[in-house]
């Protein structure tokens, strides 16, 4: 076994690396401040081929492999989650979606404006009546001629505003349950389409979220995904594979708050010497090190796992709820050696303690992932 990143690997890494810290890293704070979505960014990641990762060359993808896209989302969450978020979800929610799941006319219809980073694209499946519970849904659509008729809201979206292209999920039959769920695309600008309030978020707040309505929507039925009462398994598969994504992202998150831990504990001095000499603050960053290296393998598996056509399920839920919860833990060790200074905005570590919450919570809460893990384990032995 190679632990070693290939040649290709490390290129992609210092490309999105350099880009994160000289480009996204100096500005974190204005664009944190503002909660304002920063599209001057986003337009760059577009022209270096970061938003469109995976998808192949025919549709203005890069044809990069997943193990790629964990380490340019890692990277750039390094600098800033909020755009490593927007990276994560424009590429592994609704551009996948579509890639993976719609037929050809649709794929060329929609993949390389979202590809090349011409159009953001956004993922309609959580309400405010069903989160976890993602079957539970209120959202209906019912077929009317030449068009499928959406009622209903979506809640807390990524890209939700500044997305043009959107995958939404409703009900089209509501007796069979979750297989009476489709998906649709979505265009800004259909009739009763519209946006509703941008969230004021506690973290990530350069990362675009708001409420999605349709009033009578009017969505062609040609952008059904798939067919009727698939909708919610296609569902189930994305979020799989945007188990890595996150975990990359909280690796980033991550790795940050032991970057500045240990930048911060060799320059400031307590009782006639630093920080770093003292044993419990060692201890603290010996432990965060083993804990950050632990959840990059877990995420670097289950995407070469995927890369390979292996099943990846486990080792992402797996990958996902470790990273995030060490995630949490290494931003609040960080706090705890910044001190009074880890609690102010000049210095970075608020941002990652702020930020980091979400890991937690988004693509399946930490509850979630112990449950499908456990299902896992049930039906491996």
């Known amino acids: 076994m190679d632990f070693k990143l290939s040649e290709s690997n490390l290129e992609i890494q210092k490309l999105a690396r350099d880009f994160a810290q000289n480009r996204i890293a100096p500005v ?41 896209y964990a380490i340019i989302v890692e ?14 979800s424009h590429n592994g929610l609704c551009t996948n979606h579509i890639y993976t ?5 649709l794929k060329k219809k929609y993949i390389p404006d979202l590809a090349s980073g011409r159009k953001l694209g956004a ?28 009622n209903g809201s979506k809640n807390f979206i990524t890209q939700g505003g500044v997305g043009e292209t959107a995958v939404v999920t409703a009900i089209t039959d509501k007796s069979k349950g979750a297989k ?42 040609a952008n059904l995904i798939g067919k009727e009462g ?23 998150i991550a790795q940050a708050a032991l970057d500045h831990s240990i930048k911060y504990a060799k320059q400031r001095k307590q009782f006639g010497k630093s920080l770093s000499e003292f044993q419990g603050i060692q201890f603290k960053i010996a432990e965060m090190t083993t804990e950050v290296e632990a959840a990059r393998l877990l995420t670097y598996k289950a995407a070469i796992l995927r890369d390979e056509g292996k099943d990846f399920k486990f080792a992402a839920s797996l990958a996902k709820y470790y990273a995030s919860e060490i995630a949490c833990k290494a931003t609040n060790e960080a706090v ?35 449950m499908i893990m456990a299902r896992n384990l049930v039906e491996m032995y």
């Open 28 to 68: 974190v704070m204005k664009y944190d401040e503002t909660s304002e979505f920063p599209w001057e960014i986003a337009k760059e990641l577009g022209e270096m081929g970061f938003m469109g990762i995976m998808f192949p060359e025919e549709y203005e993808g890069s044809n990069l492999s997943i193990l790629d």
């Open 75 to 88: 990277e750039i969450s390094r600098a800033d989650s909020s755009v490593g978020l927007t990276v994560a």
């Open 101 to 105: 799941f719609s037929n050809e006319e």
């Open 123 to 150: 993922w309609g499946l959580t309400e405010n009546v069903s989160g976890s519970d993602a079957a539970g849904m209120a959202t209906t659509a019912v077929k009317e001629g030449d068009y499928y008729i959406l």
């Open 180 to 221: 009476g769920i489709s998906a649709f695309i979505v265009e800004k600008g259909f009739e009763g389409f519209s946006v509703g309030k941008k969230e004021n978020k506690l973290g990530m707040r350069a990362s675009d979220t708001c409420e999605l309505i349709f009033d009578n929507c009017k969505v062609p039925a």
């Open 230 to 252: 698939e909708g919610f398994k296609q569902c189930m598969q994305i979020l799989d594979g945007g188990r890595i994504s996150i975990a990359a992202l909280s690796v980033g």
């Open 336 to 370: 705890q050696i910044h001190g009074g200074y880890g609690f102010i905005k000049e210095f970075p570590v608020e941002k990652l303690y702020r930020d980091v919450k979400l890991t937690t919570i988004g693509e399946g809460t930490s509850e979630v992932q112990k």
